[in-house]
């Protein structure tokens, strides 16, 4: 096969996400094998088999050529409540207690992204006892990992399901990272007690410039180091807050709008049920707003009132869990809405999506009536409706917020 590289590494860019067609390439033409493997080791995940990292180590001997094509490492398990509660993990069947894996990060020497995901049980993936226990991770791949969080190639991080002694032990694990830029934290714990936060050592810098950060995490002493003038988060330009604590979201919104902050331009929050009087979230850069509230009515209405109408708003995202909705109990709130739209010229869609656990076929006389009720947003081509599966007991959050 006769074809210029520049053609090949092409056609292979387009399917980059295709594994089994990037497999089936390679094994074609000599000419496809590099451009190929550059795209199947881009990405690797490891579940929770220990033979999974170990076999995945021995690969890594075997051909050293593979270790510095991969940029985004997944890793996940599942820890049991069982072996939570009898305090024991077998070294056969949990990975994080094998060797395999703090012999493989130090071979991975391009890593740019890396996720550690705890999911708990399938049934409940949610708590503390259902989280793993940083310290009591074995103390090679403790220091192995540390290594990795402080790397100066290190862009971006999602660390989930895990108990460590406090924020500031969280937060010092990436205080090197000077690349950083994006950070995800969920399902976090502290061993000491809330309310009593040893202080951020001032001799200790924080080098990351994050410019996108998610927290579910539900602490107020965490918010407290975030807000902290030594962690700098004027460079956060996407912000998702999954909590419930009213005055902790409007810290850390807060927090990104200091010194020459230009401010959130994509801002998440998910309200679960309340939407109180927020008018600083609507500041002078926010580009698309996504909210979750159960009360979709309360949402709606607390909106169209805080929204200013100099607002650069181009896109609103509206999470409400399937339920039975009577749009015309209030005409009121569709004036409302239809005022302030009028007055948004930047605003260019207005996406609710309805969040189902259960197959229903409630969505097509919902859609009906919320095209209904807004019958002004859909001449103006800005309405558009959603439907979300959503596997209820597998975890607290619907997608987009765990």
């Given at each position: 096969m006769d074809l210029p590289q520049e053609l090949v590494d092409t056609i292979l860019d387009n399917i980059h996400d295709d594994v089994p067609s990037l497999k089936s390439c390679s094994l074609?033409?000599?000419?496809?094998?590099?451009?190929?493997?550059?795209?199947?080791?881009?990405?690797i995940e490891i579940l929770s088999s220990s033979d999974a990292a170990q076999r995945f180590y021995e690969l890594l001997c075997s051909?050293?050529?593979?270790?510095?094509?991969?940029?985004?490492?997944?890793?996940?398990?599942?820890?049991?409540?069982?072996?939570?509660?009898?305090?024991?993990l077998d070294p056969s069947g949990d990975y994080m207690s094998g060797r395999a894996l703090s012999l493989i990060l130090p071979l991975l020497t391009e890593l740019i992204r890396i996720s550690i995901i705890e999911t708990g049980d399938v049934h409940n993936r949610s708590g503390r006892e259902f989280s793993r226990s940083w310290n009591k991770m074995e103390p090679p791949l403790q220091s192995v990992l540390a290594n990795v969080f402080s790397s100066p190639r290190l862009e971006a991080v999602h660390l989930c399901g895990f108990v460590l002694e406090s924020p500031c032990h969280l937060l010092s694990l990436f205080?090197?990272?000077?690349?950083?830029?994006?950070?995800?934290?969920?399902?976090?714990?502290?061993?000491?007690?809330?309310?009593?936060?040893?202080?951020?050592?001032?001799?200790?810098?924080?080098?990351?410039?994050?410019?996108?950060?998610?927290?579910?995490?539900?602490?107020?002493?965490?918010?407290?180091?975030?807000?902290?003038?030594?962690?700098?988060?004027?460079?956060?330009?996407?912000?998702?807050?999954a909590t419930s604590l009213p005055e902790q979201r409007k810290k850390m919104v807060q927090a990104t709008q200091f010194r020459l902050s230009r401010g959130v331009e994509h801002?998440?929050?998910?309200?679960?049920?309340?939407?109180?009087q927020t008018?600083?979230?609507?500041?002078?850069?926010?580009?698309?707003?996504?909210?979750?509230?159960?009360?979709m009515f309360e949402l709606l209405g607390v909106f169209v009132q805080a929204c200013p109408h100099d607002s650069r708003l181009e896109y609103v995202t509206l999470d409400t869990p399937a339920g039975v909705l009577h749009f015309t109990e209030i005409p009121e709130l569709h004036t409302a809405i239809d005022a302030t739209v009028a007055h948004l010229p930047a605003l260019k869609t207005i996406e609710i999506r309805w969040i189902v656990v259960e197959p229903s076929n409630a969505f097509t006389q919902w859609e009906v009536d919320i095209q209904t009720a807004f019958s002004s947003l859909v001449r103006r081509g800005m309405l558009h409706l959603t439907r979300i599966a959503w596997r209820g007991l597998g975890g607290l959050y619907p997608p987009g917020w765990e």
């Open positions: 074609a033409a000599r000419t496809f094998v590099i451009s190929a493997r550059k795209h199947i080791f881009k990405k051909s050293p050529h593979i270790a510095p094509l991969v940029e985004d490492l997944c890793i996940t398990s599942v820890l049991e409540k069982f072996s939570v509660t009898c305090a024991y205080s090197e990272a000077a690349a950083l830029k994006e950070m995800s934290l969920s399902r976090l714990y502290f061993t000491q007690g809330e309310g009593r936060p040893e202080p951020w050592p001032e001799s200790q810098l924080w080098r990351p410039k994050l410019q996108s950060l998610f927290l579910n995490v539900f602490s107020t002493d965490l918010c407290q180091y975030l807000v902290n003038p030594h962690i700098d988060l004027t460079h956060v330009r996407t912000l998702t807050l801002l998440g929050l998910y309200l679960s049920y309340n939407f109180e008018s600083y979230l609507f500041t002078t850069n926010l580009r698309s707003i996504h909210l979750h509230c159960n009360s």
